[in-house]
């Protein structure tokens, strides 16, 4: 019930294109999804955030999308770009949980020129 | 932009021996936590403390394992006696409360 499902493990785009990850979640209580971005060495760095009221959320080239009742949330990369070459979890939390993330088991993206 | 900093970035030891990982929260946070990623896998929560007292901590945070705010400044992991299994990079994070988890760049542990 705590897992975080995520897919693909890894992922190729071309530059320019849109990069599609997605997430799913059993455990109804979460009421926070952020989604992390690594890159080699380093911690994981937030990048962008939804609670389950609202459906979507755009952040520059960044988007949450968010289907409350399949339980399932994407982040979509637009004009992806080598720059944003990383590993993507996503995450959950449920109110009570203090900050204890349930972590995504990540995917690998590699946007090639 | 202030951050968590972790030492060292890369620890090396020997099974059976204790190690002290170490953590400078942001300075106005007050929870902090442990988490841990090992080679090529998710990250995985170990343990959140708050107030001078562990909060909550995950299957993984046996009685090996301890937390620490020995000063106003320095959050440590201890392990009391490491295992082969316990080589991982070790994540130190932490939040004002209500907002977004701030993590540092992590201790890579290896244990031989």
């Known amino acids: 019930q705590q897992q975080v499902k995520q897919s693909p493990q890894s992922l190729i785009v071309q530059k320019g294109g849109i990069s599609i990850i997605n997430c799913a979640y059993e455990?109804?209580?979460?009421?926070?999804f952020p989604w992390y971005q690594q890159f080699p060495g380093k911690g994981p760095a937030l990048l962008i955030a939804?609670?389950?009221?609202?459906s979507e959320k755009k952040e520059g080239r960044f988007t949450i999308s968010f289907n409350k009742s399949a339980k399932q949330f994407s982040l979509h990369i637009m004009d992806s770009q080598p720059g944003d070459s990383a590993t993507y979890f996503c995450?959950?939390?449920?109110?009570?949980?203090?900050?204890?993330?349930?972590f995504g088991t990540g995917t690998q993206l590699k946007v090639e020129l | 932009e202030p951050e968590v900093t972790q030492t060292p970035s890369h620890q090396v030891t020997q099974m059976g021996q204790e190690v002290i990982l170490r953590c400078v929260p942001i300075?106005?946070?007050?929870?902090f936590y442990w988490y841990r990623q090992i080679l090529g896998q998710k990250v995985e929560f170990l343990v959140s403390?708050?107030?001078?007292?562990?909060?909550?901590k995950s299957e993984i945070f046996d009685d090996q394992f301890s937390v620490e705010r020995p000063d106003g400044s320095n959050f440590t992991l201890k392990i009391r006696s490491t295992k082969l299994e316990d080589s991982a990079m070790y994540f130190c994070a932490s939040t004002a409360g209500n907002s977004p988890l701030h993590f540092g760049n992590g201790t890579r542990l290896t244990v031989t």
């Open positions: 939804i609670r389950p009221d609202v």
């Open positions: 403390f708050y107030n001078n007292e562990i909060s909550e």
């Open positions: 995450a959950a939390r449920y109110t009570g949980g203090g900050n204890k993330l349930t």
């Open positions: 300075s106005n946070h007050l929870y």
């Open positions: 455990n109804t209580a979460f009421d926070y």
